[in-house]
């Protein structure tokens, strides 16, 4: 059975950070491009980062020099270290891992950023 829990969400302050955590099992981690993205109620969700099984990492364009994505293959972790956090950050987080048809979703985690 394959899991994904994210975990790390919370209430900042803008100006503050935040560290989300991705723990995954029943899949071969290392395989897997994993992805973060987030859904603020009634609006699509859209991707804020994702690492390559190689390690190649892409950003969306409000988050780019503000958060960072990493994995850690050891342990099945994915990681999106959120920085500089802004009030339009505020949104549920999720962790994605996908490889060819494979597609898999964890629960979410929110993070409501106040001014």
């Known amino acids: 059975q394959v899991q994904l829990v994210e975990s790390g969400g919370g209430l900042v302050q803008a100006g503050g950070s935040l560290r989300l955590s991705c723990a995954a099992s029943?899949?071969?981690?290392?395989?897997?491009?994993i992805g973060w993205y987030r859904q603020v109620s009634g609006e699509q969700r859209e991707l804020v980062a994702a690492v390559t099984r190689g390690g190649s990492t892409n950003y969306g364009n409000s988050v780019k020099g503000r958060f960072t994505i990493s994995r850690d293959n050891d342990y099945n972790m994915a990681y999106l270290q959120m920085n500089s956090l802004k009030a339009e950050d505020t949104a549920v987080y999720y962790c994605n891992a996908k490889l060819a048809s494979s597609d898999y979703w964890g629960q979410g985690t929110q993070v409501t950023v106040f001014s």
């Open positions: 029943g899949i071969t981690f290392s395989m897997y491009t």
